[in-house]
């Protein structure tokens, strides 16, 4: 049988991007930010996705 592991939770909201994919400078003062923004990531738009999918699985490890 598979022992299901709990994801805890402890902030409301979402988790921060890390500085590695998005510009801090470009949203100060904003709302908000949205992932279809431009200007906002640091990654080439052909790899974006790949890279988003990458920051969701390290925030999903840090709980580790």
Known sequence: MMTKKLLPTTVVGSYPQPDW????ESIAGRTVPRIRQTG??????????EAQDDATVLAIRAID
């Open 21 to 24: 994919l998005v510009k801090r």
């Open 40 to 49: 906002f990531w640091n990654v080439a738009d052909d790899l974006l996705s």
